[in-house]
């Protein structure tokens, strides 16, 4: 399983920028040895978006080196974020423009990396302090309506390169906007994160007429994912609540089993409690369906390597509707998801319109390998393409 537990880089310094994109932490590629990943890397970005021109969409490449957050300029230097870049507006201008063509950028090592682009508009990203002192910055919340940048059509991806090699995805944690694919060449020549013709529309469409989905559709500009909504008040909060109390129900009857690579864990459930044992005793305390969509709370996954990922696999069945009808788990046949009364349609659309059938539409979506996340141990380069906004 991929490890993808630490958040990007501390770069939720407000609630609104708390999101639920992780980046990715490496492994090795299928056995094979690892190679050095030479910096810079070629970074191109191209605009097929078929509605926008290259003079109108910015991008920023933000992350993290040696635990100080930093942005790539369009020559290629990475620079400190400062608390002195805020301009007059109270806000930085870290934009990069897109050239006629293809625009090619130097990636630098970087943590916690974040690829946004903007069309139309820039975005308004303020810098601030965070808790320990250090420059940071408020990213966008396209899902907070009062944040700077609602109005903005914006979208990101997601990065981690370092000297063992590129690690990326495109995301659907937060919310759904931009259509972005993600082409990585090196050891092996992969691309994840590309739609169906036509799937924007498709997914606007579907989840417009999808019951409590619809009103996570803010008009053509972004679908705002469930965890946020219930925060907005868009998306009822015990909307998986029964789903919740017929698994703690079965499995205090009969036995859980979930397999990590530490081997295999028998759960059961006592009153909340769900107890398993096995390679060590891990705990789940009955989670709220907040906790289920942000897989955080009593699905926290810490990188402990033990109560982590059990955590993630029993997080990703509630997420996917497979937890009461099937006990043996992690379930890697997609087409047991999305079943019964209460279905997590914003995923299951994300997943629909990709044509791997792969996406992040919520933060363990990688278990079993559904996420839309490739790696490289020796990237040659990598190509961000802004799709069709069909």
Same mark, same amino acid.
């Given at each position: 399983?991929?490890? =993808? ?8 310094? %407000?609630? *609104?920028?708390? @999101? ?15 190679? %050095? ?20 969409? /910015? ?12 942005? !790539? ?22 934009? +990069? ?8 950028? #130097? ?6 990396? =974040?690829?946004? $682009? ?7 990203? &303020? ?7 250090? *420059? *940071? ?16 059509? /914006?979208?990101?991806?997601?990065? $981690?390169? &370092? ?6 995805? %495109? ?8 259509? !972005?694919?993600? /082409? !990585?060449?090196?050891?092996?020549? #992969? ?24 009103? !996570? ?7 705002? *994912?469930?965890? /946020? ?54 705990? +789940? ?45 992690? $379930? ?7 079943? @019964? ?7 299951? $659309? ?7 059938? &792969? ?15 490739? #790696? ?8 961000? %393409? ?5």
């Amino acid at each position: 399983m991929i490890s =993808r537990r630490k958040l990007l880089g501390g770069a939720a310094v %407000t609630a *609104a920028a708390a @999101g639920g994109g992780f980046a990715l932490a490496g492994q090795a590629i299928g056995g094979a040895p690892r190679r %050095t990943a030479a910096a810079p890397l070629p970074l191109k970005i191209v605009n097929n978006s078929g509605q926008f021109d290259n003079a109108s969409i /910015h991008v920023y490449v933000l992350g993290e080196v040696d635990k100080q957050r930093v942005r !790539l300029t369009p020559e290629g230097e990475v620079k400190p974020v400062a608390l002195g870049d805020n301009g007059p507006d109270g806000f930085t201008d870290y934009a +990069i423009p897109l050239q006629s063509g293809t625009t090619t950028l #130097q990636l630098p090592h970087m943590d916690g990396g =974040r690829i946004y $682009t903007a069309l139309g508009d820039k975005l308004k990203m &303020k810098a601030v302090e965070d808790g320990n002192g250090k *420059a *940071a910055l408020a990213y966008p919340a396209g899902w907070v309506e009062s944040d700077p940048n609602y109005g903005v059509l /914006h979208d990101c991806a997601e990065f $981690t390169y &370092k000297a063992d090699g590129m690690y990326c995805n %495109t995301t659907a944690v937060d919310m759904f906007s931009v259509p !972005l694919s993600l /082409h !990585l060449t090196g050891q092996q020549d #992969q691309t994840t994160g590309k739609l169906k013709p036509g799937g924007r529309g498709q997914a606007f469409q579907t989840l417009a007429q999808a019951g409590p989905f619809g009103d !996570l559709v803010v008009e053509d500009r972004r679908v705002i *994912a469930p965890s /946020h909504g219930i925060d907005a008040g868009l998306f009822p909060a015990d909307y998986l609540d029964a789903y919740v109390d017929e698994v703690w129900e079965v499995y205090s009857s009969k036995d859980l089993t979930v397999t990590t690579n530490q081997g295999t864990f028998t759960g059961r459930v006592s009153g909340d409690t769900l107890r398993f044992t096995g390679p060590g005793e891990v705990l +789940i305390e009955k989670p709220t369906t907040r906790d289920v969509l942000f897989c955080d709370g009593a699905l926290a996954a810490p990188n402990d390597k033990l109560s982590g990922p059990v955590a993630a696999v029993v997080g990703a069945a509630l997420n996917r509707t497979t937890l009461a009808a099937l006990d043996q788990q992690p $379930t890697d046949d997609p087409s047991g998801f999305y079943q @019964g009364d209460t279905v997590h349609e914003y995923v299951r $659309t994300m997943h629909e319109i990709a044509e791997d059938g &792969k996406a992040y539409g919520f933060a363990f979506d990688d278990v079993a390998g559904f996420a839309s996340y490739i #790696q490289d141990g020796a990237p040659s380069e990598i190509t961000l %393409t802004l799709d069709p906004l069909d």
